[in-house]
Every structure is written in C-alpha cells, then in structure tokens.
T-cell receptor
Framework: DQQVKQNSPSLSVQEGRISILNCDYT??????FLWYKKYPAEGPTFLIS?????DKNEDGRFTVFLNKSAKHLSLHIVPSQPGDSAVYFC??????????????FGKGTKLSVIP | EAGVAQSPRYKIIEKRQSVAFWCNPI?????LYWYQQILGQGPKLLIQ????????DSQLPKDRFSAERLKGVDSTLKIQPAKLEDSAVYLC?????????????FGPGTRLLVL
C-alpha cells in the first residue's frame, strides 16, 4: 500500500527549461509535504516544504504547489540547471499515533537536465 | 556545522551473519531516525529516537533488528542474523525536534550487501 506515489521514474529536461515533478498521495491525514534531493552516494537533502494550509511555497528557482482536493503536489524548477540532475523524493508527514510524526517517502524521480 | 556521520560506508556479509552500523547525529539534535532504502524505493522509517528513548519502532523487524541510542547521542543499528532481503542502504537522520515540521538531515548512508 503505497501512500505516496511518484509515477514518473525519470524525467529529462533541457537546460533553462522548466522541470515539473509530480507526486500523489492517498492518506488524507498527511499535513506537511516535503521534497528531498539526492545525489549518488549521498544522503537525501531537504529542498522545500509546504504545509497543508497553503497551496504554494516558493524558494528561489523552486516552487511547490499543493492541491489538497486532488491529493496532488508538484515541484517546479525554473530555470533548470545541469546541477539539478539528481533523484527527487516526495515525502509526506502525519502523526504516527505514537506521539511522533513519521515521514513517508515516494520512490523518487530521477531528473536529468541536459546542457 | 558538521553533518550526520555514519560508518561504515559499505559492508558485505554472508546471510546469517550479523552486522552493526553506527550513526553520530548533528550536535544538539534530540531526534534520531534510522531508515532502510531498498534499491528503487524511497527510504522507509525503521525506528525513531527522541534523546535516548524510542518514540516509534513499529516498522522495525524486531526478530532480527535492534537499535540503541546510549546517552542520547550516538546510535547503533544491528542486524542478526542477516537475510538476503536486508541488502539496502541504511540511512541515519537527525532533527532538532519531533513536531514533524523540523527538517531531517540525512547522513551518507551505509550500503549493505548480503550474499
């Protein structure tokens, strides 16, 4: 039962163009959503987040959009740069019922930005 | 600021052997997490500590996996005996709190191969 789904395993984009990475979730208890970026042989690094009370959050070239009714979020990168080439994980947070919040990750989307 | 440290970086063992991984979180971070990332999947939470107490270990296979965080700082994760399906990257992460809104900072991971 995959609660966070990233249906595109890979995405190729030309440098300078927009990259759009998508994520769907099924658990309506999720109230905080995050994107992590991962380079080979490194751990994931936090990129941007959004709470369920917002529908957009922007940080430089990165914008995350949340559509609660559709249980869908997306990450936009504009303009895309070769250094953005990495695996991007969507994650969602909910109270685990044990007094803590637990992150549930999608399978990731590998972004390749072509110079 | 030093990041999350993990060792070893790589480990190859035969099935039924035991193995241990070590994690040193970011200084001052009260919360420590161990994740398992199987190839092609997103990280899956195994156990969460706050200081030296276990907050959530609902997804830890307790018949073979154990973890401890002595003195609320360093942590070790042990597998005994290992199975082929334990081959994965084991990620340690830390955060300053447990509200679910604090950023989790990941270490580089330990890549385990069970033969």
């Amino acid at each position: 039962d995959q609660q966070v789904k990233q249906n595109s395993p890979s995405l190729s984009v030309q440098e300078g163009r927009i990259s759009i990475l998508n994520c769907d979730y099924t658990n309506s208890m999720f109230d905080y959503f995050l994107w992590y970026k991962k380079y080979p042989a490194e751990g994931p690094t936090f990129l941007i987040s959004i709470s369920s009370i917002k529908d957009k959050n922007e940080d430089g070239r990165f914008t995350v959009f949340l559509n609660k009714s559709a249980k869908h979020l997306s990450l936009h990168i504009v303009p895309s740069q070769p250094g953005d080439s990495a695996v991007y994980f969507c994650a969602a947070s909910a109270n685990s019922g044990a007094g803590s919040y637990q992150l549930t990750f999608g399978k990731g989307t590998k972004l390749s930005v072509i110079p | 600021e030093a990041g999350v440290a993990q060792s070893p970086r790589y480990k190859i063992i035969e099935k039924r052997q035991s193995v241990a991984f070590w994690c040193n979180p970011i200084s001052g971070h009260a919360t420590l997490y161990w994740y398992q990332q199987i190839l092609g999947q997103g990280p899956k939470l195994l156990i969460q500590f706050q200081n030296n107490g276990v907050v959530d270990d609902s997804q830890l296979p307790k018949d073979r996996f154990s973890a401890e965080r002595l003195k609320g700082v360093d942590s070790t994760l042990k597998i005994q005996p290992a199975k082929l399906e334990d081959s994965a990257v084991y990620l340690c992460a830390s955060s300053s709190g447990t509200s679910g809104w604090e950023t989790q900072y990941f270490g580089p991971g330990t890549r385990l191969l069970v033969l």
